[in-house]
């Protein structure tokens, strides 16, 4: 099989004669896919013969970028089997066969499809084959050849970025490295100068340079100022083919900013600050604020404010605003504008982060002058001290002077000062002020058992301006009288044994005292002086503020005394002394062998008796059952006597009956008749109850005769009054209902309850004369009888 390239153009002869094959490797382009050596040998002269072919493919070569208007001829494929007749088919097989490379199959020619890019592939592995049409089967075996794209210089350098930011101190010396750039060209570097790149500056001369093989940009000029200007643009270019004419170029823009350093020294945009303060303003106020100017940026122009020693240094004070680097005066002592009206003060700001390579520059500090000008105003009075402690002793009498208090006016003025007590402070009213002197004085007597500390305000005021006042509190301290006799710590429940030895120990007792003496307590035990020696007991002061109670004789008996009484004088040692007696009561009991409390006095007898508590508790029981018995027997015999005669609905104890008749009027002639309660003779008598069977038939008190024009509500009370005092009502109680709606009116009663009384017919002609809220009335029951009807 042989194969044809079209640049440059080969051509295979063959030759009768012995010859080798022509090396197509071994010409200029290096591109004869396939060596194929041939030779015709002799024998002995007679004939020629041709030897077996070899076959060996290297590679083709094949510029990128064709821009021809014809398909790019790449070589040709053909065998010796091949007649012309059509029977052999070519096949192309491997990379980008049938869509880059196309092959005749009846030819061999190979042509490239499209316009290739060395950037995209830049190796093409192929494999050729030629098979008989008829039969299918191969006629050459299966060859591999290569083809490689030559590079042309079609891709201009890229930088990696296409904005680039930096920045660099500003003051630094020429030739600081600020960034390095980079950019990569895509054309093969091993063949010619096409990815050769070479930087260079555009834009940014004459501040910056750019290294043409690094790409490092670097300062080119000295000390630059950001404060004159603190970005740069700059603008590298990078080209191929080694910056020749002809190579292609790319750009990139580098921003340059220049970072602050502390090269600059605060300065006050102004020598003289003035300032004005009233006198009453509270410490710490602020007066006003100044500031210092830096150009610098950040920590480097970050001040610090301080005030100079001098005038007014210890009663003003600056403090840092962080925020704003600014000066804030404040007050540190209280002005008084009659002590000194103005103040000078001499105020410093200095860089808190100075760089040492600048302090040839000069000091980075800068001084002003700030005049403070204190202003009059109303003060309230001021006390002579923050505050007042007084002590007292509790025994002091009323309304005498315990202490004073002084303030004064600090105007010039010197208004009069008026004393009075915080009521809120002394809700008792136990002291008392002098208006005028600040006298305190007490109301009423003092106990300090009560209450040890007192705690008041007094209030000063002007007397010309009472809106100005002053506060102040005054500590008082109740000094301890000794006024409290001692006594007993506690109720001691003492016992002793019937068996007991003398000298033996049954109690101790100790002692508590109200007072508090300003030496401790000291408490001594002695028999009062009535009973000067107890037979019984003793007495033994342990000198540590206890006694001991001691017994003195052998044996005691609960039977001859079951209770002793033993009083005891105790006092102290404050002056004046205080004494008190305590009665110590000592129970005899019975104990065992050992002195545990067994049995005392009462219950102890009646054990002895032999009546045990069990015993006890049925005697009671009986006793309680024996006194239901009688109480359950007197209740039913008196129910038989009172056992109702009737037992039905008709019995007002149990039921209520309601009725909701409004009244037919005066048609109505069934319904109740009031009269009888307006005339009280013609009620009925005294009727005997109908719900009790009596027992004794009393007499029947007659009530006086009441007249028939008698007020109802005197009668209603009379009627109470005998139902209170009857002694025949019934036990248990029983409801009497009376009504009464007031006196008469004016205009005389319009019921015609009362017509049932009457003997004769009404006269309403009257209501004609009662005005026209009466019209209806009158023309109902004020015409002629016909008309009526």
């Known amino acids: 099989m042989r194969t044809y390239h079209c640049l440059p153009l080969f051509i295979w002869t063959y030759m009768f004669y012995a010859v080798d094959a022509i090396p197509l490797q071994d010409k200029a382009n290096s591109g004869l896919p396939s060596k194929r050596m041939m030779s015709l040998t002799k024998d002995d002269g007679k004939m020629l013969h041709r030897t077996k072919r070899g076959w060996m493919w290297n590679q083709f070569f094949l510029l990128e970028e064709y821009t021809g208007t014809d398909t790019q001829y790449v070589g040709k494929l053909h065998t010796d089997q091949d007649k012309g007749d059509g029977n052999l088919k070519y096949i192309l097989t491997g990379d980008g066969a049938g869509s880059v490379f196309i092959i005749d199959e009846n030819t061999g020619d190979i042509h490239a499809a499209k316009k290739l890019d060395r950037e995209e592939k830049s190796l093409y592995i192929l494999r050729a084959k030629a098979i008989d049409r008829k039969t299918g089967r191969q006629v050459e075996p299966e060859s ?10 079609d891709n201009e350098p890229k930088f990696t970025k296409d904005l680039y930011t930096a920045s660099v101190p500003e003051m630094s010396g020429v030739g600081t490295s600020v960034i390095q750039v980079t950019a990569t060209d895509a054309d093969d570097a091993n063949y010619g100068n096409s990815a050769k790149v070479v930087y260079s500056i555009l834009q940014g001369q004459p501040y910056f340079s750019v290294d043409p093989e690094s790409g490092i940009i670097k300062t080119a000029l000295p000390d630059m100022s950001r404060e004159n200007r603190e970005k740069y643009q700059v603008v590298i270019q990078a080209k191929d083919m080694g910056g020749q004419m002809g190579g292609l170029s790319g750009t990139t823009t580098v921003h340059i900013t220049l970072t602050d350093v502390n090269n600059n020294p605060p300065r006050f945009p102004q020598s003289t600050y003035q300032f004005n303060s009233p006198e009453s303003v509270p410490l710490g106020t602020h007066l006003g604020r100044i500031k210092a100017n830096d150009p610098d940026v950040g920590e480097n122009a970050e001040m610090e404010y301080s005030i100079a020693e001098g005038d007014g240094a210890d009663m003003f004070d600056v403090i840092t605003d962080k925020n704003t680097q600014e000066g804030i005066i404040t007050v540190k002592q209280n002005l008084d504008f009659e002590s000194k009206m103005l103040y000078t003060l001499r105020v410093d700001a200095s860089n808190t982060h100075p760089d040492p390579r600048f302090r040839h520059l000069g000091p980075f500090k800068d001084t002003a002058v700030v005049k403070i000008s204190v202003e009059d105003v109303d003060e309230p009075p001021v006390f002579s001290k923050v505050s007042y402690l007084i002590e007292v002793d509790e025994d002091v009498k009323e309304g005498s002077i315990i202490g004073q208090v002084t303030a004064y006016d600090p105007d010039a003025t010197n208004n009069f000062i008026q004393y009075s007590v915080d009521r809120h402070t002394d809700m008792d009213r136990i002291f008392s002020i002098h208006p005028e002197n600040g006298s305190i004085f007490t109301l009423k007597p003092l106990d300090r058992e009560s209450s040890s500390w007192h705690n008041i305000t007094i209030i000063a005021t002007e007397i010309n301006n009472s ?52 030496r401790g307590h000291k408490f001594f035990f002695e028999p009062v002086p009535e009973f000067p020696l107890n037979p019984n007991f003793t007495i033994v002061d342990n000198k540590d503020n206890t006694a001991g109670i001691m017994t003195r004789k052998d044996g005691y008996s609960r039977h001859k005394m079951s209770t002793y009484l033993l009083p005891i004088l105790i006092f102290d040692n404050d002056y004046p002394i205080q004494s008190s007696t305590g009665t110590l009561t000592i129970r005899v009991c019975a104990c065992d062998q050992h002195g545990n409390m067994q049995s005392c006095s009462a219950q102890a007898l009646v054990l002895s008796a032999g009546l045990s508590t069990g015993a006890l508790v049925a005697i009671l029981l009986c006793v309680l059952i024996l006194l239901v018995l009688v109480v359950l027997f007197a209740a039913l015999k008196r129910q038989r006597k009172k056992e109702p005669l009737i037992i039905s609905k008709d019995d007002v104890r149990d039921n209520i009956v309601t009725y909701n008749d409004e009244g037919g009027g005066e048609e109505d002639t069934q319904a109740f008749d009031i009269g009888t309660l307006r005339n009280p003779e013609a009620r009925e008598d005294s009727k005997l109850r109908r719900d009790v069977m009596p027992e004794t038939i009393f007499q029947i008190r007659r009530t006086v005769p009441l007249w028939e024009n008698i007020d109802v509500q005197d009668f209603i009370h009379r009627r109470l009054k005998e139902n ?66």
């Open 144 to 153: 591999e050849f290569i083809i490689k794209i030559h590079d042309i210089n």
């Open 467 to 518: 809106k100005q006042s002053s506060h102040i509190p005054v500590f008082i301290r109740i000094l301890d009288i000794n006024d409290h006799a001692p006594e007993f710590a506690m109720y001691y429940e003492t016992f002793v044994c019937e068996n007991a030895k003398p000298g033996q120990l049954i109690q101790t007792v100790s002692v508590m005292d109200k007072d508090d003496p300003p």
């Open 724 to 789: 209170d005092s009857d002694p025949s009502a019934p036990p248990y109680d029983s409801l009497a209902t009376y009504a009464y709606e007031g006196n008469d009116s004016i205009a005389d009663s319009l019921s015609s309850l009362e017509s049932l009384t009457a003997d004769c017919n009404q006269d309403y002609d009257y209501l004609s004369d009662w005005g026209p809220r009466f019209k209806k009335l009158a023309d109902m029951y004020g015409g002629d009888e016909s008309d009526r009807e």
